[in-house]
C-alpha cells in the first residue's frame, strides 16, 4: 500500500541501565527485560505520520525485551584514543511490545547490532 517504504525505528528506554563501556554490556547476557511502559518503555519514531496524523513519536510500548547472546568479536581489535584495546561486540535477541493508546502491536521482533565505542560516546 501507500506506506510501503516507510520506515518506523523501534527504540527501548532501560532507564535503570548503565553502560559506561562496552564490556559492561554482557551483564545483559540471557536477561529478560520486563517494559512496564513507564520506567522501560518502548518508542515507536515514525517520522511518516504513518500510525498517526501529526505524530511522530508514540511512547509507553509495554511488553519485554530479550538479550539471547552477547559474543566479542574476537578477530577485530579497536584501540581506544588512551591505549586500551577491546573487541566489539554482537547483540542479538528478541522483543514484543504494544501499545493501549494506539492500535500497533509487535508480536515477534528480532535484533542484531553490532556495538563499538562509539555508540557510548556522550552527546
Known amino acids: 500500500g501507500s506506506n510501503k517504504d516507510r520506515r518506523l525505528d523501534f527504540i527501548f528506554f532501560l532507564k535503570d541501565i548503565s ?18 511502559g513507564q520506567t522501560n518503555y518502548a518508542i515507536i519514531h515514525d517520522p511518516y505520520w504513518t500510525i498517526e496524523n501529526n505524530v511522530d513519536y508514540h511512547d509507553g510500548g509495554t511488553g519485554s525485551i530479550t538479550f539471547r547472546n ?29 501499545f493501549d493508546n494506539i492500535s500497533v502491536a509487535v508480536k515477534s521482533g528480532r535484533f542484531d547490532f553490532y556495538i563499538n565505542d562509539r555508540y557510548l560516546d556522550p552527546m
Open 70 to 98: 552477547i559474543k566479542k568479536v574476537k578477530n577485530l581489535v579497536i584501540h581506544r584514543p588512551n591505549g586500551e584495546k577491546y573487541n566489539p561486540i554482537i547483540v542479538s535477541g528478541v522483543f514484543e511490545f504494544s
Open 19 to 36: 553502560i559506561s563501556k562496552i564490556e559492561d554490556i554482557n551483564f545483559l547476557n540471557g536477561q529478560t527485560i520486563i517494559l512496564d
